[in-house]
T-cell receptor, first 109, second 114 residues
Framework: DAKTTQPNSMESNEEEPVHLPCNHS???????IHWYRQLPSQGPEYVIH???SNVNNRMASLAIAEDRKSSTLILHRATLRDAAVYYC??????????FGAGTILRVKS | NAGVTQTPKFQVLKTGQSMTLQCAQD?????MSWYRQDPGMGLRLIHY???????DQGEVPNGYNVSRSTTEDFPLRLLSAAPSQTSVYFC?????????????FGSGTRLTVV
């Protein structure tokens, strides 16, 4: 299983952009990079995924380094509802999903 | 669609008791997984299944059994509950095939073993 490294915690002000980094230097060439988040007292929810190109959806953007050894989840305008634990995880072709410790995002009003 | 449904939401067990955590999904997903999350910790994979009749162990399988007789259901059995199994348990499901298929999670079962 590919290993991931994320900061333990980050803090942001409301309405400001947030860049959440993830290192996945052991990722294989066919693994997609998935991001999930877990709001307090809830199950994880899917945020975004990508392979090589940068990706955008209604929740966030994903910037993937050219060598694919790292990626950055971008929340363009953080709100209090974005306070959560954010996990990046490589998705292997067998679709087994293994989580690391994640980053606790705190959003200040 | 109900998505992934877990029952019960809360359960208290005595040490040594057995019980089954239920997980059902109505999305016709082939892939299903069980995770546990201890207080203040990340999620750890217990068992997973890639289809009916096929299961495999994850990171922390000891003390748990699973079976997959139908596509919809993936129950997790605690054989003899121990205080170390106090945790929140999440079930998740996904479509098979490409790694672009993301997982949908249930709302969890909070289990306390006393």
């Amino acid at each position: 299983d590919a290993k991931t490294t994320q900061p333990n915690s980050m803090e942001s002000n409301e309405e400001e952009p947030v860049h959440l980094p993830c290192n996945h230097s052991t990722i294989s060439g066919t693994d997609y990079i998935h991001w999930y988040r877990q709001l307090p007292s809830q199950g994880p929810e899917y945020v975004i995924h990508g392979l090589t190109s940068n990706v955008n959806n209604r929740m966030a953007s994903l910037a993937i380094a050219e060598d694919r050894k790292s990626s950055t989840l971008i929340l363009h305008r953080a709100t209090l509802r974005d306070a959560a634990v954010y996990y990046c995880t490589p998705m292997e072709y067998g679709n087994k999903l293994v989580f690391g410790a994640g980053t606790i995002l705190r959003v200040k009003s | 669609n109900a998505g992934v449904t877990q029952t019960p939401k809360f359960q208290v067990l005595k040490t040594g008791q057995s019980m089954t955590l239920q997980c059902a999904q109505d999305m016709n997903h082939e892939y299903m997984s069980w995770y546990r999350q201890d207080p203040g910790m990340g999620l750890r994979l217990i068992h997973y299944s890639v289809g009916a009749g096929i299961t495999d162990q994850g990171e922390v399988p000891n003390g748990y059994n699973v079976s997959r007789s139908t596509t919809e259901d993936f129950p997790l059995r605690l054989l003899s509950a121990a205080p170390s199994q106090t945790s929140v348990y999440f079930c998740a499901s996904s479509s098979p095939g490409t790694p672009t298929r993301h997982y949908t999670f249930g709302s969890g079962t909070r289990l306390t073993v006393v």
